[in-house]
């Protein structure tokens, strides 16, 4: 598989490319990576995670030969502070990546899921390691994206879908992952000059904005509509008592008023 997604690599990408058949979580992987020195640009690729994970501590159903697991270490020279957007910016990406080699086109949900036809087509989960002084040691970007039908467990049947089954095509997952590792360099080479576009890419992208959800914070689920994004991917909500708040996705996260999205 590694020499497949090569083959669709220009034969300079600067990027370092390890593939797994088996890994228990390719983030977990790259974080151990990265205190060990892991340099900029080290991407692992796993074709099944055991220990798959996702934000807020949930798992990532990470089966053999159905989807994507990609994990990429980036050493950006910055704050952390100057990275609230990173999550946004590589979701738009990913959504670029997916419709070059699909035609498909992901929503996005607030702030990291990945949706089609309603359903969660997968994630991102990005990670940062801070220095005493906030600045970025490394970050981690990981990808899972469903891609091929499969029998998800009895709790995500009705939650979770394919690419295959989104856009009707049958994916090749070595130029898929090509094409995402080719569109996570591009971003990576202007991620902090090239953030309102990526922004305003995610605001086109993003099925939560107008609607009616649910803020659910340290289990209380309140009732607001999705108004608005700052340029850090916060959501400015409206409660139904009229009152304003930005929250962050490190403490809450949304469902909509009805269902998953
Ligand atoms: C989410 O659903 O909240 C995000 C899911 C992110 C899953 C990917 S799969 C590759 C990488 N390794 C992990 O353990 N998680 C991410």
Known sequence: MKNEILSHLPGDFPWQVHWYDTAPSTNDLLKKWGKEGAVHGTAVIADRQTGGRGRLGRSFHSPAGCGIYLSVLLRPNCKAT?????????AATVCDAVEAVSGFRPGIKWINDLIAGGKKLGGILTELSLGVDGSVEYCVIGIGINCVKNPFPEELKDIAVSLEEA???????????????????????????????????????????????????????????????????????RYSDGHRETVSSGEVSVRGMYGYI
């Open 82 to 90: 100057e990275l609230m957007h990173l999550t946004c910016a590589a």
């Open 167 to 237: 856009s009707g095509l049958q994916v090749d997952r070595s130029r898929l992952i090509a094409m995402l590792l080719q569109e996570l360099h591009t971003m990576s080479q202007a991620l902090l000059t090239d953030k309102a576009a990526r922004m305003a890419q995610y605001r086109r992208d993003c099925i939560t904005l107008g609607k009616e959800i649910q803020v659910i914070r340290n289990g209380v689920h309140l009732p607001a509509v999705a108004e608005d994004l700052d340029d850090d991917g916060g959501l400015l909500v």
